[in-house]
């Protein structure tokens, strides 16, 4: 009995030999590689980068709009008008003086006056001593009232006596607006030189018109 034991014993021990020869061995457990902590920085940061560069390729690109320049408009001012003179040169002609004065003066509020039309001779005409001359002024009525030939006078007032008669009567009546011819009888002086008489109208104490005369004595 106690050798049988041993035989299956035996027998026992010698086919669990077997089977564990038989048995591949069993795979070996990898080893955790060592992780180098400077390796694993570059790694975050080039992580970082790829992610913020595709970040930043997702953003849209804006592009800024043109500044506005506000236009500043100068006004020009418009032209000035200038004012131009034009001289006109035509060929020259003989002056010719008139033969008449402005008129003479005129009575308190008017109503007698009289306007000097010619005059002849001409102021500074020439006469020979003693030469016999009448001076004769062609007066116009240029007044309110009539001229009464009773009423109106002509007198020697003052200058050169070259007159032979110091006072007239008017030869007649002169409406308003008419003229009339007034005469002096005169005489050259004997001596040479400018000579000059001034004579006037009169109505009572009213004077409105002056007449005056220049000649010249060789």
Not at 103 to 115: D, K, L
Not at 210 to 215: D, G, N, V, Y
């Amino acid at each position: 009995m106690p050798a049988t034991r041993k035989t299956k014993l035996l027998v026992w021990i010698t086919a669990l030999a077997l089977i564990m020869a038989c048995v591949p061995a069993l795979a070996t457990t990898p080893s955790v590689p060592t992780v180098d902590p400077g390796a694993v920085n570059t790694f975050i940061a080039q992580t970082v980068i790829a992610a913020s560069t595709r970040t930043a390729a997702a953003i849209p690109t804006f592009t800024s709009s043109p500044t506005f320049t506000p236009t500043v408009v100068t006004e020009t001012p418009l032209p000035t008008a200038t004012a131009t003179v034009i001289f006109i040169l035509s060929s020259p002609t003989p002056l010719v003086i008139p033969t008449f004065t402005s008129s003479g003066g005129s009575t308190s509020g008017g109503n007698f006056s009289c306007q000097i039309i010619r005059v002849r001779p001409a102021n500074g005409s020439t006469f020979n001593p003693r030469d016999d001359f009448d001076a004769i002024w062609t007066v116009r009525n240029n007044g309110q009232r009539n001229w009464d030939r009773n009423s109106i006078d002509i007198l020697y007032d003052s200058g050169d006596k070259i007159h032979k008669v110091s006072g007239y009567d008017l030869d007649a009546n002169v409406q308003v607006g008419d003229s009339i011819d007034v005469g002096v009888d005169m005489q050259a002086p004997k001596d040479s030189g400018n000579y000059s008489t001034k004579w006037i109208m009169r109505r009572g104490d009213n004077e409105f018109c002056t007449l005056t005369l220049t000649i010249n004595v060789r």
